[in-house]
């Protein structure tokens, strides 16, 4: 028995297959991913994965869902937060994500890219709503602009620049090591310094003047 047959040991057949299938498909991507490298990955034979999974897109449907999930998670219980402020909650995001990010670095790409791929956005677009809708979040921003503490701006644009100043540096990371001539642990180092250099950002851009 090897090394990944021992960590998985306490894990229902089914889990063992999707936890390799997150790893190999949010590497690899739908395309380039044989249901054989899923079962190899999670050590088993080919035959007991199709009998659990029927098809490589179904197992990708319940990996892309659940990714989704696990990415907007950190949303839901941030925004939602009553004791938290505005500014806190921006804090609270950019933290969480950039852990997130730190930890499994290739999920943003893995969910832009097969979103596009699979013409999957309204997927994506329907969780996103259905995670900032009516919530604290939005009601501390429309407070914070009727008070005049932010700029009356589009709430679309608050967002926009709040989760590309999060998540877009790991989007490019390659790009970015190679122009600034920096090695992975640089890297990370720089995305922490960024936990909060993000919340001063964005409130010096939406701060009304």
């Not at 999707?18 to 249901?35: D, L, P, Q, S, Y």
């Not at 009727?146 to 679309?156: P, Q, R, W």
Request: proline share 2%; net charge neutral.
């Amino acid at each position: 028995m090897n090394h990944k047959e021992n960590s998985d040991s306490g894990l229902s057949t089914e889990q063992r297959i999707k936890n390799a299938a997150r790893k190999v498909f949010h590497e690899k991507g739908f395309a380039a991913t044989r249901t054989r490298d899923i079962a190899e990955e999670a050590g088993m034979n080919l035959a007991l994965l199709n009998y659990y999974f029927r098809s490589k897109q179904k197992l990708f449907d319940i990996i892309m869902f659940e990714t989704l999930q696990d990415f907007l998670k950190i949303i839901a219980t941030v925004i939602n937060d009553p004791e938290t402020s505005l500014e806190q909650k921006i804090s609270t995001f950019a933290s969480s994500y950039i852990d997130q990010l730190l930890q499994e670095p290739q999920v943003a790409f893995f969910v832009i890219n097969e979103l596009r791929n699979n013409q999957k956005e309204s997927v994506l677009s329907s969780l996103i709503k259905n995670a900032i809708s009516d919530t604290v979040f939005i009601k501390q921003y429309q407070q914070a602009v009727a008070e005049g503490k932010i700029a009356s701006v589009s709430l679309l644009h608050f967002l926009i620049n709040t989760v590309s100043l999060t998540i877009f540096p790991f989007l490019g990371a390659s790009i970015l090591k190679n122009i600034g001539e920096i090695n992975e642990r640089e890297f990370k180092s720089l995305m922490i310094e960024r936990k909060e250099l993000i919340p001063i950002w964005v409130k010096a851009m939406f701060e009304a003047k």
